[in-house]
């Protein structure tokens, strides 16, 4: 049987920083126009009535030559086909979930582990969400397999309140009260990273970005912390890039 393109990479795969320089493998670093079929897609995805925390920023990634859609804090995105799913993370945690064999993905993004109201921004709801539009998709619980990215320190001297930490230790938990293994993972230090996920192949990449001068991370986690809370009347391998 071939090897799940989920399943745990060599040591090396992940934990060693990158720098941000580093092309990757394969991908042109020019501006690559995006094709008619690619065009067709993205104009199908925007038209597309979003859910409540779903992630409706489309685009073209000129780098990894794919239709790609933007995680912002508190959203989450599933699909069954390859379009990139990408998100940046300072202490938030990014849960990547995939089914082996009904082969769909999915990705969420959230800043905390609890607290009030039904928010993607908080990681008990913000799971929920992942996992029952995984459902609602065909994927069976059985069948799922999670990656986890992010809980970084990416501010200095806060040692008393790690809220990386927090939002780590809760989402492992989380994960393994329902059963659903992590084949890997690449959490806390001190690094933000971006992280960027294949839903229909499973394949997922991670990238440590330089620790210095979050201000502009930090600022979109504190954006999205003050930001309303939408209603919701429902109440493979890891490779560094």
């Known amino acids: 049987?071939?090897?799940?393109?989920?399943?745990?990479?060599?040591?090396?795969?992940?934990?060693?920083?990158?720098?941000?320089?580093?092309?990757?493998?394969?991908?042109?670093?020019?501006?690559?126009?995006?094709?008619?079929?690619?065009?067709?897609?993205?104009?199908?995805?925007?038209?597309?009535?979003?859910?409540?925390?779903?992630?409706?920023?489309?685009?073209?990634?000129?780098?990894?030559?794919?239709?790609?859609?933007?995680?912002?804090?508190?959203?989450?995105?599933?699909h069954d086909e390859d379009i990139l799913i990408t998100t940046t993370l300072g202490s938030c945690i990014a849960a990547c979930l995939w089914d082996r064999e009904k082969r769909i993905g999915g990705m969420n993004h959230f800043m905390l582990p609890d607290g009030q109201g039904d928010s993607g921004r908080y990681g008990s709801f913000a799971m929920e969400l992942l996992i029952n539009e995984m459902l609602k998709r065909g994927a069976s619980r059985p069948t799922l397999e999670a990656k986890v990215f992010g809980g970084g320190q990416v501010i200095s001297g806060m040692n008393?309140?790690?809220?990386?930490?927090?939002?780590?230790?809760?989402?492992?938990?989380?994960?393994?009260?329902?059963?659903?293994?992590?084949?890997?993972?690449?959490?806390?230090?001190?690094?933000p990273r971006k992280v960027c996920l294949l839903p229909a192949s499973g394949k997922a990449m991670v990238k440590r970005l330089a620790p210095a001068n979050p201000e502009a991370l930090i600022a979109q986690e504190r954006a999205a912390a003050q930001a309303p809370v939408a209603s919701n009347p429902a109440a493979g391998s890891v490779d560094l890039f």
């Open 1 to 78: 049987m071939p090897a799940s393109p989920f399943a745990a990479p060599p040591p090396r795969s992940v934990g060693t920083p990158v720098a941000a320089t580093r092309p990757v493998v394969g991908a042109s670093l020019g501006a690559a126009a995006p094709s008619a079929r690619s065009g067709d897609r993205l104009a199908r995805l925007k038209a597309q009535t979003r859910k409540p925390g779903e992630a409706s920023f489309f685009y073209y990634d000129a780098r990894f030559a794919n239709d790609a859609v933007k995680i912002l804090p508190g959203e989450y995105f599933v």
């Open 160 to 191: 008393t309140i790690n809220v990386g930490e927090r939002n780590t230790q809760f989402v492992l938990e989380y994960l393994k009260t329902e059963r659903i293994p992590v084949v890997s993972k690449d959490v806390m230090d001190v690094y």
